[in-house]
T-cell receptor, first 113, second 117 residues
């Protein structure tokens, strides 16, 4: 069964360092989402891609976060510099064109010390 | 903007019994989707059940069913014959059917479900 892949699964970094997360959506899924989930809370959308184009990044802290999906397939989310408040689970999800539900990856748990 | 509220931080149920998780939402839209997602500990989030707002009939998936009250903006999940494997965090989520926020899921705070043997 096709799944959304994410790496790394866990990342520990010190504040002010740069971190990057990678996501490979289910093959053929045009829409890709990055969510941030603070422990004990529901996920919140950071950025949404349709193919290689950003369609919603209104909640992305653009002074330190960036996201790209250059060939419309896999995607990278970067934080530079990381802050203590960035400690969270970063979830990637994908859906096909016209799809209603989203398929989630296992997430990357980030701890900033 | 839409909001989703889950007022039960934690719930527990005995194995084989029935439990209902509550969810309310706020929106000015008339057409949308509602979902329940399950997130087991250290495992990925999976879709449990979904409801289209234009459908009056409540969705059912095996032991899982919903009570969708559109006028009251309420969307509860009933789990029948609870199993140990149902233990997880459950999230209620909203998605617009169109507009600028198309595709985006808005989640509630989650309900931790514990199943006792």
């Amino acid at each position: 069964e096709a799944e959304v892949a994410q790496s790394p699964r866990y990342k520990i970094t010190e504040k002010s360092q740069a971190v990057a997360f990678w996501c490979d959506p289910i093959s053929g899924h045009a829409t890709l989402y990055w969510y941030r989930q603070i422990l004990g809370q529901g996920p919140e959308l950071l950025v949404q891609f349709q193919d290689e184009s950003v369609v919603d990044d209104s909640q992305l802290p653009k002074d330190r976060f960036s996201a790209e999906r250059l060939k419309g397939v896999d995607s990278t989310l970067k934080i530079q510099p990381a802050e203590l408040g960035d400690s969270a689970m970063y979830l990637c999800a994908s859906s096909p064109v016209g799809g209603i539900g989203q398929f989630f990856g296992p997430g990357t748990r980030l701890t900033v010390l | 903007a839409q909001t989703v509220t889950q007022s039960q931080p934690e719930m527990s149920v005995q194995e084989a019994e029935t439990v209902t998780l509550s969810c309310t939402y706020d929106t000015s839209e008339s057409d949308y989707y509602l979902f329940w997602y399950k997130q087991p500990p250290s495992r990925q989030m999976i879709l449990v059940i979904r409801q289209e707002a234009y459908k009056q009939q409540n969705a059912t998936e095996n032991r899982f069913s919903v009570n969708f009250q559109k006028a009251a903006k309420s969307f509860s999940l009933k789990i029948s014959d609870s199993q140990l494997g149902d233990a997880a965090m459950y999230f209620c989520a909203y998605r617009s059917r169109g507009g600028t926020s198309y595709g985006k899921l808005t989640f509630g705070q989650g309900t931790i479900l514990t199943v006792h043997p």
